[in-house]
């Protein structure tokens, strides 16, 4: 097995935006795997697989955290990491990753759609294995976390909140809580109202591959998809940090903006997964936070800057 100990996340109390939206919010840290995302769930079972097929390279399009998450489970494997990013649309954070775990990492002039398209058709020829969410360890692995949720809350919740980029991780959750037979959470799915242009980068993708899957989910569980403007998601990413101490990517953000427009019942538990971290997009973040004030060595001035 290749890992670097991912999974077993905190799910924490969330008191004050529970008492806003009249909710029992629960925050599941998928922000705390290896790599500071959820991909690395889905990763470690791609990985070992395609290594244990006598694969030596992976292949992936990514809007940046799959890319740092292939890169680092390559390394562990010793295989070489190809990734495809969309030029000019990834944050700084996941780029270094990738690079310094050594990586390949070529730039497309295109979208993550055209990017994607070119993985799948390099896949398919033979030579790279391609782990992407349209590989089905990589769902498989993260289905684990809606087990992880099961085993520790004793039952489903009455609702998960969620991004929703491509729709791999919808999918995932909802084939972990079926798997697991402790009831079916609404699937609340958070997706960008500008899908195209977001601020939210790691879910700035126009065609969502798993977008049938998602809706099937959303339906069964008499769930919602909720379109969000960019606005809401940083609201509720200035929200997570402000008032719960959880400084996640602004995608990341998106179950929580959901909250507001998913007509969940009063006290219903609900789990927000909390799936990037805040450090991945730190431009994304000193654009939208207080500035930063410079004062002299003095008490009596720094007393008076702190208000
Ligand atoms: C990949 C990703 C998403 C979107 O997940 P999908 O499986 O594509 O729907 C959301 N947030 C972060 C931080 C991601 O890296």
Request: proline residues 4%; hydrophobic residues 45%; aromatic residues 4%.
């Amino acid at each position: 097995m290749i890992t670097l100990g991912e999974g077993s996340t905190p799910l924490v109390e969330a008191p004050r935006l529970a008492a806003r939206y009249g909710l029992d919010v629960r925050l599941k840290l998928e922000l705390l795997n290896p790599t500071g995302s959820f991909k690395d769930r889905g990763m470690a079972v791609a990985v070992t697989r395609a290594a244990a097929a006598g694969a030596r390279a992976v292949i992936c399009a990514s809007t940046g955290n799959t890319a740092a998450s292939a890169a680092a489970y390559a390394a562990r494997a010793g295989l070489r990491a190809i990734v495809l990013v969309p030029e000019g649309a990834v944050a700084g954070g996941k780029l270094a990753q990738a690079r310094a775990l050594g990586a390949v990492v070529l730039e497309v002039r295109g979208s993550f759609d055209q990017a994607l398209t070119a993985a799948r058709e390099l896949g398919e020829r033979g030579g790279f294995a391609l782990v992407n969410s349209l590989n089905p360890d990589r769902i498989e692995g993260q289905s684990r976390a809606a087990h992880e949720l099961v085993e520790e809350l004793g039952a489903a919740p009455d609702a998960i909140a969620l991004p929703y980029g491509g729709g791999g991780n919808t999918r995932a959750y909802y084939r972990g809580f079926v798997e697991a037979g402790r009831g079916l959470p609404r699937f609340v799915c958070g997706q960008a109202s500008d899908r195209a242009g977001t601020v939210a980068s790691a879910i700035r993708i126009a065609e969502p591959v798993h977008s049938e899957e998602v809706l099937d989910a959303v339906h069964e569980t008499d769930g919602r998809l909720v379109e969000l403007s960019d606005e809401e998601l940083l609201g509720a990413w200035r929200l997570l940090a402000q008032e719960e101490g959880v400084f996640c990517e602004p995608a990341s953000a998106a179950g929580v903006a959901a909250l507001a427009h998913a007509g969940l019942a009063a006290g219903s538990r609900v789990v927000c997964v909390i799936t990037g971290h805040g450090l991945k997009d730190t431009e994304t973040a000193v654009r939208n936070a207080a500035p930063v004030v410079a004062v002299d060595p003095d008490p009596d001035a720094i007393a008076a800057a702190a208000g």
